[in-house]
């Protein structure tokens, strides 16, 4: 009795529980989002359940009807889901696939689980509907992240980097030609600087939108970063090719770009260009030997486009090495100065040396100043250097004044990288007040390339120097502007002509006039005039004619090292 009365007591507990999850599983099934139909094999019924019209606008009620589901999907997707739905033909237990309905932006898992009966016989079969559309943009939007810029819409680099590969790819079984353009908007530091960064993010997302529409079949635009913008022309062929792109972008930037405030900034592009297979073979390195063309570009005076040619990638390559090596050079010692002579053309007396730099770099090679200087004021080492140029003169200066008792001016060549920091005057003062040296011994040599940036800044340094007692002098003139009229407000003690004036005076009319009439011209401004690069005596003889002050060149002189200096001016006191 006990037995029968402990079994029935089960028996109620059993069910109690089943009614109890058959509710909460009705419960859960009916709040969810998702839709289920469950088949039974055995008894032929079929059950839908959940948020069945949240996917499809009819019912299934029998077997046949399944094909309904199938319908609803977009017709690339039928196969795939049929495989699924009927899985049973498999004999798999377990199968899922992700469709698109048909006519509705809806995506759909669509998972499906059979049970067997142990004959092998497929005895209950359930299908679960998610709506996975929500999860499916995400991804979009990633996939989109991946390969778009956000603030342009133009492909980002990663991507074009991609397709540029492909396409080399391609180009090489078709024997074809691809071309990348770098393009780098000029002075964009300037415009970020002076009108802030979201004016410049604005210009950027502008101009990147213009561009964008220069996009054509086998023409593709993208974004790098900040100003930097890179185009790949597959197969350059009449409108695709880069002289009409490039008349494109020149054109559109003949007028200035709009912002949404209203405003109105004009700019100007520099543009490098390398071609497959002559440039580069890899994408990276095309790319890569753009922006070396379009570095030229800008050294060139921006606003241009510059194509590849091997000299201007092997100048690339050498000034690369020069940078690394210049790093430790100052560091290691590896600079030395040496002095030229400049004497008077009247009196043949020493009037003062030039202190030129010399390096010998670890491998033992001189590198030529005219080589390392444009690096080093590139990439800013010209301060540090200029710094111990200066020392070293100076030092050299007092130790041979203190042995010679003799009077001679040091030339320095100052860079206009270091003459614009604020610190120059003070540190050279100190200098000399260190060494005991009087500024009127002491002869700053720049060139025209200083009054480019701030000119009221410089010339109030031009002024503080000289109202100090140092000799500032004109370097390389005939070079730049050379103005004589600009000469007049400058604040300077000397004028060197240029030897490239010199190096054809004696046989060019022309010239002749010219150089003449400077001498004319700054004496009476009150300058002093030195003639550089004076090789032959007839030069010689010439500019003592026509009264150039000073003389400085091979014929008299060469540069020397500072134990030879001493020699020669240890024969001028006896
Ligand atoms: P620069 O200031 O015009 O210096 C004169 C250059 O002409 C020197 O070349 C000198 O060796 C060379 N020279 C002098 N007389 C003759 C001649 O009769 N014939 C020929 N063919 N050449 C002559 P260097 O020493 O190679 O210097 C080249 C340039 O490098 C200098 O031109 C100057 O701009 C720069 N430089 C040299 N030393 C320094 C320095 O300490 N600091 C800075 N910032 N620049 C320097
Ligand atoms: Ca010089
Ligand atoms: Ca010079």
Request: glycine share 4%; proline share 2%; charged share 30%.
């Amino acid at each position: 009795m006990d037995e029968i009365q402990y079994q029935f007591d089960l028996l109620k507990a059993k069910n109690q529980k089943l009614e109890s999850d058959a509710k909460m599983y009705q419960a859960l099934v009916a709040t969810s989002t998702n839709a289920f139909l469950y088949y039974s094999f055995e008894h032929d019924k079929l059950e839908t359940m959940g948020s069945w019209h949240h996917f499809f606008d009819f019912d299934v009620h029998d077997r046949k009807e399944f094909e309904l589901i199938s319908d609803a999907v977009c017709e690339q997707y039928r196969g795939e889901l049929r495989d699924v739905l009927y899985l049973e033909k498999q004999q798999e237990e377990y199968a899922s696939c992700d469709v698109a309905l048909d006519g509705r932006k809806m995506w759909v898992e669509c998972e499906v689980t059979v049970s067997y009966l142990e004959s092998g016989k497929p005895s209950d079969k359930i299908i679960r509907f998610r709506d996975i559309t929500k999860f499916k943009q995400q991804n979009d939007e990633l996939a989109y992240l991946a390969y778009y810029d956000s603030l342009t819409g133009l492909y980002n680099r990663n991507y074009f980097v991609q397709v540029l590969s492909e396409w080399l790819q391609r180009a090489k079984e078709d024997h074809s030609v691809v071309a990348v353009m770098f393009v780098d908007i000029d002075d964009f530091r300037k415009i970020n600087d002076g009108m802030g960064l979201i004016v410049g993010d604005e210009l950027v997302q502008v101009f990147g939108q213009f561009l964008g529409e220069l996009r054509q079949d086998k023409v593709i635009i993208s974004h790098f970063n900040s100003d930097i913008y890179c185009i790949a022309i597959y197969d350059p062929y009449g409108s695709r090719t880069v002289e009409a792109i490039d008349k494109k972008i020149r054109t559109r930037l003949e007028s200035p770009l709009r912002l949404t405030n209203k405003m109105d900034i004009p700019i100007t592009v520099s543009i490098g260009v390398a071609e497959y297979p002559e440039a580069a073979k890899t994408a990276l390195e095309l790319i890569n030997c753009a922006e070396i063309v379009m570095f030229k570009a800008k050294s060139k005076g921006k606003n241009t486009i510059q194509y590849f040619d091997a000299p201007i990638l092997n100048e690339f390559l050498k000034n690369i090495e020069i940078e690394n090596n210049l790093k430790e050079a100052l560091f290691e010692q590896q600079f030395t100065l040496n002095y030229q002579p400049q004497y008077d053309t009247k009196t043949g007396k020493l009037r003062g040396v030039e202190a030129l730099i010399r390096w010998k770099n670890r491998d033992g090679n001189m590198v030529s100043p005219g080589e390392f200087i444009p690096v080093a004021e590139r990439n800013g080492s010209i301060v540090p250097i200029g710094k111990w140029v200066i020392e070293e003169a100076i030092r050299s200066l007092s130790t041979m004044r203190r042995k010679f008792q003799i009077d001679f001016i040091m030339s320095i060549n100052i860079s206009a990288i270091q003459y614009k920091r604020a610190e120059f005057v003070e540190d050279l003062i100190a200098i000399i007040n260190r060494y005991n040296i009087d500024p009127a011994d002491v002869e700053l040599e720049i060139t025209e390339s200083v009054f480019i940036d701030d000119f009221k800044d410089i010339m109030g340094k031009m002024y503080a120097l000289r109202d100090y007692g140092f000799k500032v002098s004109l370097d390389d003139f005939g070079t730049g502007f050379s103005s004589l009229s600009y000469l007049k407000g400058l604040p300077i003690d000397t004028l060197k002509i240029d030897k490239s004036f010199i190096d054809t005076v004696i046989y060019d009319e022309s010239t002749r006039i010219i150089t003449e009439s400077i001498i004319q011209m700054v004496k009476k401004l009150g300058f002093e005039t030195i003639a550089e690069g004076v090789e032959k005596p007839e030069q010689f003889e010439y500019l003592k004619k026509i009264e150039c002050d000073n003389i400085q060149g091979f014929l008299l002189g060469k540069p020397m090292n500072q134990q030879a200096l001493e020699e020669l001016l240890s024969k001028l006191v006896r």
